[in-house]
Every structure is written in C-alpha cells, then in structure tokens.
C-alpha cells in the first residue's frame, strides 16, 4: 500500500512543481494519510533516520535551515519538510518525496519545523531523538488560542518522552524552560549572555511575564526582547536555568532574534557530536531562507524580504531595520487563514517606537487601510501611501528608492508567498 502511495505521491509533487502550480509540498501527503493514517509512523520504522523536531512561534524555519547546513557541511545527509509545509500533510509529503519505492528513508537525519498545534499529534507518532523549542508568543489566536493552552498540550506530549530525546530549551522563555519539570527527556538550554544588547526597561508586548511555577510576577535582571531573557520569581525562586550555550562567534543574520536562532541550531549540532570549530564553518556558509531577510534584485533595485506575521517578530523586524538605517518599507498584511483571520495584533505593534517621519512607507495586502489607520494613530506623519494592489504597491514602493537603497518588505505570511510570486515568478508551496 505505502509503495502505490509513495509512487502515486512523487507523479503529484513533479507534476505540481512542472506545471507551476507549487511545490508539491503538502498535496501528495494529504492524500496519503487519508488512505494510510499510519504512513508516517510506517516510513521511520523502517528508515535508520535520525528525527529533529523544531516548534516555535518564531524561528522555526530560519533555525531548520541552520542546522541543516552545519549538518551538510559536515557530510551529514539531511532531508527537510518545505518551509511553511509544518502540518502533518507537509511532513508526510517530503518523506514521499525522500523515500523509496520500497517506503525507506536513507538519510542520517530528517528536519522538520511543525506547527505549535502540530508538535503533541507528532510525538503521538514518533519519537524524535532531538526537540528544539524555540520560543511561544501570541500568534493567531483564532487557530491557537493563549499561550497557556498550547504550554498545557506541549507539556503533556513531553511527559511521554523518554531519555532516548533531547530537548534544546530556550532558557529565556520562562514558559519553554519550564517546560522539563514532567518529561524524562535529557535537557539542554540556550539564551542570550550579552549586556550589552539587552535592557531592563519593560518590554513592550511582553507575553509570559509571570512565573510558570506559582504564578507570581517575574523580575528580569535583563531583557533581550519582548519576554525573553534572564529571570527569577521572587516569591518560589525559579529563575532561568543555567545555560549550555549563551553567545556564538558567528551570527550570519542580522537582529537579536536570529541569535537566539543561532544559538539553538549550535547547541543542537553540538549535541549531536560537531565540534565548535566546524559548526561555526557551517554557520558562516549559511543563507536565509525564502522570506526570511533574503535579499531579492528585481528591476535593478535590492529587495529584502522580512516575515513579519504577530506583534513580536514585527516589532523585533523594525528594531532590525532601524539598526542598519533602512528607511523604505512596505508593509503588507493580509488575513486569510496562513496569517489569521483577527488583525487586532497589528494594534500591539510599537509603531510609536519604531516608524519615523523620516521612512517611507507603503501599506498593501487585504487589510491595508487597517494598518494605514493604526500608522495614522501613531500620531506622525511618514511619507505614507496605501495601494491595496500588491503588484502596483512593489512598484510604487520601488520608485521612491534610488539604486543603491534597500526597500525592506515586511509581509504576512501569505502576502510573503504572494510577494515572491511576483518577484520570482514561481509558487513555492
């Protein structure tokens, strides 16, 4: 059965991506568990793969791919699920495309980023010999609901975990480092060490700012971004654990966020047996991801892709660009179901902070004058337009910058998809 699967699988995928209409990344899976809802489990019992499972609000893909390129570069085979794919149709579609006609894997290690919702039905699966958990911030909350829910359902998946996996926490996150109180599971932390990037002024749009433990407020002795960073409770004494891994020699993205994804995708290699010199060498030889500061030259002009899809990454982006003195943007959001239907985060972003008379801002996608409006309430005057038209906003955008300036695109997560159609004239998922 699985064999007719993966052959019937792997003619979708070539003639999905053949005929442009994608990248065959989620279909051929779909269709699979519908007719073998164990395909998943069957592929792995019978492949010598060893499982990373990444989750995370933010971070997941820019960190898969991180770990990917130290693995290679250091003449590991490893496969991925398609960045966005994190279902489990995504992650059944690239074992078809991986596997054999015989349904075996012959890879060292198989990478897959899931959904937050997605990580508990996995691990009902498999059992992955490594977890990297990234960070949780609000984030769609029609589909996800409060951080709390998905702590509780991430908690109870970990309990039946035992010390065959390896769990890469971030330290920084009260609500992730707490996360090794009920699992069997060995632990390792990463976080940030450096002064001299952190505050101790309150965060704005800080999400888990009280103790997971006993519930009390938590004091912070430094603060990266938003609720990340070195904490304690003083009323039962929990405080961030120890680190394993808190800075690295080389940071291959710009922005304190991509650190942190740094640190994550070392310590996990690290674990696995690399040494530091030759993760390092892997890092250097990194490229970002499709949307994920990649750079773009279309009509003779430099793009820079940035997602930016809940109040944090948004706010962190800005914060990036702000640093290397970029002054044209375009915004763009949109609500369909990848980005979440409810916009009222675009409400939590600190534009007062962050947006300056001096930018140029252009605003698309299918809730443009919302943005338009919270921009308007920030009380300052940017050069603002707004061109609901994603393709006349490119180009409208493009025309106020001069060759050598960098328009910096901050899309949602299907206006991103949209964004690179345009520009590159292909479908990736």
């Known amino acids: 059965m699985n064999s007719l699967l993966i052959i019937l699988g792997k003619i979708l995928s070539f003639f999905s991506k053949k005929t442009n209409l994608g990248g065959g990344s989620t279909w051929p899976g779909h269709i699979a568990l519908i007719i073998n809802n164990n395909f998943i489990q069957n592929i792995f019992e019978k492949s010598q793969t060893e499982i990373i499972l990444i989750a995370g609000t933010n971070g997941k893909t820019t960190t898969s791919k991180m770990i990917r390129t130290i693995l290679e570069r250091n003449n590991r085979t490893v496969f991925q699920n398609k960045s966005g794919a994190n ?60 951080i709390d829910y998905i702590v509780q359902n991430w908690n109870t998946a970990l309990k039946t975990l035992d010390a065959k996996t390896t769990l890469i926490l971030n330290a920084d996150d009260p609500a992730i480092a707490f996360l090794n109180k009920d699992t069997k599971a060995k632990v390792k932390y990463f976080g940030l060490n450096d002064v001299r990037v952190s505050t ?27 609720h990340l960073g070195d904490w304690k409770c003083s009323n039962c004494n929990l405080k961030r654990p120890r680190l394993d891994i808190g800075s690295s020699k080389t940071y291959p993205l710009s922005g304190i966020y991509n650190r942190y994804n740094t640190n ?17 060498e892997g890092l250097a030889h990194f490229k970002p991801a499709f949307g994920r500061q990649e750079l773009i030259n279309f009509n003779g002009k430099k793009i820079q892709i940035c997602l930016a899809k809940n109040p944090t990454s948004f706010n962190e982006t800005l914060r990036t660009i702000n640093h290397l003195h970029g002054k044209n943007l375009l915004i763009i959001i949109n609500d369909h179901i990848p980005d979440g239907t409810d916009v009222s985060w675009i409400w939590d972003i600190n534009i007062e902070k962050q947006i300056k008379d001096e930018h140029n801002v252009t605003i698309s996608g299918t809730r443009a004058y919302d943005m338009g409006l919270r921009i308007k309430y920030g009380k300052f005057s940017p050069n603002l337009s707004v061109e609901p038209d994603l393709s006349k906003a490119i180009l409208n955008a493009l025309e106020k910058i001069s060759p050598d300036e960098t328009l910096y695109i901050l899309p949602t997560y299907s206006a991103m998809l949209e964004v690179r159609k345009i520009l590159t004239g292909r479908e990736i998922l």
């Open 87 to 146: 279902l489990l149709n995504g992650i059944a579609s690239s074992l078809i495309i991986k596997a054999n006609f015989y349904g075996k894997v012959k890879k060292d290690f198989a990478i897959f980023e899931v959904d937050e919702n997605t990580l508990p039905l996995i691990l009902k699966i498999i059992k992955p010999g490594y977890i990297v958990l990234l960070n949780l911030f609000r984030d769609q909350l029609d589909r996800y609901g409060e």
């Open 200 to 226: 101790r002024k309150p965060q704005y749009s800080a999400d888990s700012v009280f103790c997971p433990n006993c519930h009390s407020k938590l004091n912070f002795r430094m603060i990266f971004f938003s």
């Open 264 to 280: 994550a995708a070392f310590l996990t290699c690290k674990t696995i047996g690399i040494d530091n010199k030759n993760i390092n």
